[in-house]
């Protein structure tokens, strides 16, 4: 038994030795030769983007997007749903109190900003039921009667006082505006792509996901990922050929809505600008610039405070639950806030207080994290907690990675690496562009391997249809890693609430989320319900949530890797 260890031991140093030493190979700089091989296509040829067409792997988009009717498209914008005017109380008769384990159901009605009653739903309401002593909250379950009203019901899932907080996110009219942004508009940003010459010169031209909004006047240059098969666009240079491309980053912020669009999205009766310099993406919290209507909370509260009475012994309603493992979609509520702690309610997630713990837990893992800065938190998160986990200086780019750790002792290796394209960043060189479906094809798994997808936020500026196509290449990935070693660990992290614009909204991202769900049903994967962790505490909207939600959040995803 004691050569076994010693030899297990023996077999973890040297794997981690051959990671360290092929991460700070120095390789020779031409080292670009997986950049799939640039052609050059005729002007304004691409595959049509259609709202209803889908790959069989995903169902029809119509049903798996379906939004309540939100009536007549109408400017007047005193018609639509105002957060000062609607009203909510308690369904049946009024009570001080309740028992612990119950349900409290309201009634929400929906009204415009001269207070009359809304004939038809469609508006995006948050609903919370927070206890401020207890530092606890769940989310609330908003029910669309598509009449004005909506009911509201919020387990009770915690002894002590509690509150009820709406939100109104979007109005239906609001709403309206990004589902037909959504439709039609190809993209509501764009990219830059960066050409660099043998002897030196540089040119700077507009790409995209398809020709069209390279807004080029000539043929395009058309990069083909040669495992997920997804292309990117850019306009051809005038000077250089397509194979010269060597830089990426984000680029402008399209014009896409009305100045009565952008009053209905920021809840404001007058049409106020964003601040000088700051791109719409980047206001974030609902109280900056024209949003300070925008999420507010309904001012008419009845019945707001309540008192939970325990049932027994008990302070907090938790069943006998199975230990956290992959394999099935949380339910609603996935879990909920109690003493600033995320309580699943589907599985037995675990507190990991300690350095050790979280050590003990990792030993002998490599993690791989593949996605968006709110998953390179995580790595952060770890990074920052435990000392030995030292970062390896890979000499890249921050903004995209790759970032790699180690701990030496236990045998623990964390990356990060940012998805390819559409990404906004930073400048960065094009050859750390690496697609999800091309780092997982690439990995052998096992019992050892942990691997974290943490995609959407830089999908809401375009159509569905480009996020399901490319959810499609990364669900063939993840499926032949599994049929291959089922014994890999994967996990998907749903993405952030916190954007307030027609860039990326909560409205948007709701929806980016259910094609997540959708796009791995029947695979064996955990989920971290990000979505209701960062819209469940009574804190400022934010898209890269404070340290509190990203502790909380991969507390979950140790569960899920150490469930006992």
Known sequence: MGQFKSYKILTVGLVFLVLVLCFMMPWPEPMIHWLPQPSTVPEYVSESIDWDSLPQELPNLTSLLYWPPTGEDRDDFLASTSPRTSTYCLKGPAHTTFTLGSNLEAILVARDHRGRAKVHGGDLFRAQLLGPELRAGVPGEVKDLKNGTYLLSFPLLWAGRAQVQVRLIHSSEAVRVLQRVWREKRATVDFRGYFRGTDGPLETVICNVDPQSTGAKGPTCQYKDVVSGESWFCAQPSTLPCNALVGHSSGSYLKVTTSHDEALLAGNV??????????????????????????????????????????????????????????????????????????????????????????????????????????????????????????????????????????????????????????????????????????????????????????????????????????VGIRAAVKALLDHEPSTLVIIKLANTGYKSVYGSDWLTLQVNRLLRAAFVGLRVAFVDAWEMTSTLNVPDNIHPRKLIVRNEVELFLSFICST
């Not at 309603?317 to 979609?329: D, M």
């Open 270 to 471: 007058t049409d106020q600008k964003l601040p000088s310099g700051v791109p719409p993406i980047l206001v974030l919290p609902a109280t900056q610039g024209n949003m300070s209507n925008m999420g507010q909370k309904l001012t008419k509260l009845v019945y707001s405070v309540l008192r939970l009475e325990p049932r027994a012994s008990n302070i907090i309603a938790l069943p006998s639950r199975p230990p956290c493992s992959p394999g099935h979609l949380s339910p609603k509520p996935s879990g909920f806030y109690y003493q600033d702690r995320w309580h699943s309610t589907f599985c037995s997630s675990r507190s990991f207080p300690t350095v050790d713990s979280i050590l003990n837990c990792l030993a002998g893992r490599i993690v791989y994290m593949l996605g968006d800065s709110t998953l390179r938190q995580w790595w952060e998160y770890l990074r920052d907690t435990v000392p030995s986990l030292k970062p390896v200086d890979l000499h890249v780019t921050y903004q995209v990675g790759p970032l790699m750790a180690v701990e030496t002792t236990r045998g623990t290796v964390l990356h990060w690496r940012a998805h390819s394209w559409p990404l906004r960043s930073l400048r960065t060189p094009v050859a750390s562009l690496h697609s999800v479906a091309r780092e997982l094809h690439g990995l052998a798994g096992g019992p050892y391997t942990v691997v974290v997808l943490g995609i959407g936020a830089h999908f809401t500026t375009f159509p569905p249809s480009i996020f399901a196509r490319r959810l």
